[in-house]
């Protein structure tokens, strides 16, 4: 198995983004703090990126709450010289923010109270994504941070922000869009006229459609359009560059189970496609044994001797009870059979763990013949989930260990 050496990778200066993308449930978000935790107490000005809409990265870092403002993170060794902050993106907020910087106090606050511009701010698809992708640029163009980590939405989702700008300004760009953005370009009442000349067929049918008070929204916030949107496109090109250029890294993130894998497989393969830079793949939660010399065949048949002793065990007990009628027990005697079914049943856990084990292997075996160029780095389940800072420190340094 080809190696990923996650501490050179983060040690690198030249490392400034490292995205982590994967399946829902495999632990992708409590790898990107981990990442950022060990990053953070190797020296680095660290700040991580969720995404996921899930909390379980501010309890994990003793955070109450994470939002569209990078937080500092506490109790970080920061010995090195470096330190971490977390923040969790606020999709309409950073929209938001985007129509303040680019339109004068005014219009901004006419398009902020605009029931389309809402809308479209909270729920169009796409918007999650682009406004990652507007999210990560402001957070390199500001240089406060030497290693951005980000964690994309789960599924196969978290690629769709490599398609949100292209997707957002297809909209922008579209025909409708052009079309309704027409009578505000000539201004004024000649716009109106204009409207009713040439567009009140087409008008009118969306009228029927989608209603004449929507329509009006849409009309008066494509007004804008040029003057508070005309970057977009401009700024979500420079954001995809980046995630190509040297100093970016993608870690795949999954777990060793067929479905996972499978996401796995896709996500290198598109990200090939996409000239985005591969570091490897993220393998959590591999079980492992110290007793592989005793194989599952042989706990199994061991265990199922055990149980026959036990119950030859309890037989020999309630005979020998009837004959003595009420006289003290043979130390020791009576435990027996407990003891015996106990360690049956470790036995039975042990050959349970050796096959999932197996098939954990032949998983990653199949993954890494497909793609032998990616490399791998492990990280071993653990015995409950991480809540604190302690548990991502565990987690860093089975990554670092390779």
Same mark, same amino acid.
């Given at each position: 198995m080809n190696r990923l050496e996650i501490d050179e990778l983060i040690d690198d200066p030249g490392t400034r983004i490292l995205v982590c993308c994967g399946s829902g449930g495999v632990g992708k978000t409590t790898t990107a703090a981990a990442l950022g935790l060990?990053?953070?107490?190797?020296?680095?000005?660290?700040?991580?990126?969720?995404?996921?809409?899930?909390?379980?990265?501010?309890?994990?870092?003793?955070?109450?709450?994470?939002?569209?403002?990078?937080?500092?993170?506490?109790?970080?060794?920061?010995?090195?010289?470096?330190?971490?902050?977390?923040?969790?993106?606020?999709m309409?907020?950073?929209?938001?923010?985007?129509?303040?910087?680019?339109?004068?106090?005014?219009?901004?606050?006419?398009?902020?109270?605009?029931?389309?511009?809402?809308?479209?701010?909270?729920?169009?698809?796409?918007?999650?994504?682009?406004?990652?992708?507007?999210?990560?640029?402001? $957070?390199?163009?500001?240089?406060?941070?030497? %290693?951005?980590?980000?964690?994309?939405?789960?599924s #196969?989702? +978290? /690629?769709? *922000? !490599?398609?949100?700008?292209?997707?957002?300004?297809?909209? $922008?760009?579209?025909?409708?869009?052009?079309? %309704?953005?027409?009578?505000?370009?000539?201004?004024? #009442?000649? +716009? /109106?006229? *204009? !409207?009713?000349?040439?567009m009140g067929l087409m008008t009118g049918a969306l009228s029927k459609v989608v209603g004449t008070h929507l329509l009006t929204d849409i009309q008066t916030f494509v007004a804008a359009l040029d003057t508070t949107f005309g970057g977009f496109r401009k700024r979500a090109d420079a954001t995809y560059k980046l995630l190509q250029a040297r100093g970016t890294s993608f870690l795949v993130v999954a777990a060793p189970e067929k479905d996972a894998l499978r996401e796995a497989a896709y996500f290198v393969d598109r990200l090939g496609t996409e000239r985005m830079p591969l570091a490897g793949l993220v393998l959590n939660r591999v079980h492992a044994t110290r007793a592989?010399?005793?194989?599952?065949?042989?706990?199994?048949?061991?265990?199922?001797?055990?149980?026959?002793?036990?119950?030859?065990?309890?037989?020999?007990e309630q005979g020998e009870q009837g004959e003595s009628s009420g006289q003290g027990e043979p130390d020791g005697l009576a435990s027996r059979p407990a003891d015996l079914r106990l360690v049956a049943g470790l036995l039975t856990l042990h050959a349970e763990r050796l096959r999932v084990i197996d098939r954990e292997e032949r998983m990653r075996t199949?993954?890494?013949?497909?793609?032998?160029?990616?490399?791998?780095?492990?990280?071993?389940?653990?015995?409950?989930?991480?809540h604190d800072l302690d548990g991502l420190r565990v987690i860093g340094e089975s990554l670092g260990a390779g």
């Open positions: 060990r990053a953070a107490e190797r020296g680095r000005d660290v700040v991580v990126l969720t995404i996921d809409p899930a909390r379980r990265l501010a309890q994990s870092m003793g955070l109450t709450e994470l939002d569209n403002t990078p937080r500092r993170v506490v109790d970080v060794d920061e010995t090195k010289g470096g330190s971490l902050h977390a923040m969790m993106l606020d309409k907020r950073t929209f938001d923010e985007i129509v303040e910087q680019h339109a004068d106090p005014e219009r901004a606050q006419q398009i902020l109270d605009n029931p389309f511009y809402q809308s479209l701010s909270s729920s169009f698809a796409g918007t999650q994504e682009y406004m990652a992708m507007e999210k990560l640029g402001q $957070l390199h163009a500001t240089g406060e941070w030497d %290693l951005i980590v980000v964690d994309t939405p789960p #196969r989702s +978290a /690629l769709d *922000f !490599l398609d949100a700008p292209q997707r957002l300004g297809s909209f $922008l760009d579209g025909r409708l869009i052009r079309i %309704l953005s027409a009578p505000a370009k000539v201004g004024g #009442r000649g +716009a /109106l006229k *204009f !409207l009713s000349a040439g592989g010399r005793l194989s599952a065949e042989r706990s199994v048949a061991a265990a199922e001797a055990l149980t026959e002793q036990a119950d030859q065990a309890e037989q020999g199949r993954f890494t013949s497909i793609h032998p160029e990616v490399r791998v780095a492990e990280v071993p389940a653990l015995p409950g989930d991480v």
